[in-house]
């Protein structure tokens, strides 16, 4: 069918001549609709409508599935500290306040972990130390996991693991989550906490081993 298309469009513009004039260069389009047959006049248009219709349809709906999985790890990220906070309600707990530098932060460890391919709390003092210097945080927790496509089952697991329950019931006042897939689609999360102080003091770490699913 579109063989069919491109020969008529073929037929419609290929008859043309070039005549020169004394002051420039003039084109002649001399188009032979007159030696096509009607009812081929009349398909051929529709035809190269559908043809460029479904040709812009195909790139829309890649940008939609992109756009959809962005929005899906924005979802996810929101609606752990949701649980989060609901969890700290329910244990008659402030709620954490998000904060963009903490999210920002636990991001570079969520990359790194997809990068080496395991799940760690690798390198945490240079978060820690970074966040002390932009947020002047005197306390500072981490939770990592990976693997889980729900945020409910994410903190679930943490809350069902001692050291990682003791992080989420912790003395914190701000809260960032970092939620990255990798190639194979495959779910990273860094969930780090912090309790912010007014002047710089030492800043005590508190860390947890990392939770598989």
């Known amino acids: 069918m579109i063989l069919f298309v491109i020969s008529i469009v073929l037929v419609f513009f290929s008859s043309f001549s070039i005549g020169k004039r004394a002051k420039g260069t003039v084109v002649r389009i001399n188009v032979g609709l007159d030696k096509i047959p009607m009812h081929i006049r009349v398909l051929a248009f529709p035809l190269l409508f559908i043809l460029f219709s479904c040709a812009k349809e195909d790139v829309n709906e890649g940008k939609q599935e992109i756009r959809n999985v962005g929005e899906e790890v924005i979802d996810i990220q929101e609606d752990i500290i949701d649980y989060v906070n609901a969890y700290r309600e329910e244990n008659n707990l402030p709620n954490l306040e ?19 391919g395991v799940v760690s709390h690798d390198n945490f003092y240079t978060r820690q130390l970074k966040l002390k210097e932009t947020t002047n945080a005197i306390k500072v927790a981490e939770n990592v996991a990976y693997g889980y496509t729900k945020a409910e089952s994410v903190v679930k697991a943490w809350v069902n ?21 990798n190639s194979e689609g495959r779910m990273y999360y860094t969930l780090m906490l912090i309790k912010k102080g007014n002047i710089s003091s030492f800043l005590f770490t508190s860390k947890s081993y990392s939770c598989k699913s």
């Open 98 to 116: 998000p904060m963009d530098i903490i999210k920002e932060v636990a991001a570079t460890h969520s990359s790194y972990m997809i990068e080496k």
């Open 161 to 181: 693991s001692d050291q990682h329950r003791q992080i989420l019931e912790g003395d914190y006042t701000h809260v960032g989550i970092s939620a990255k897939k």
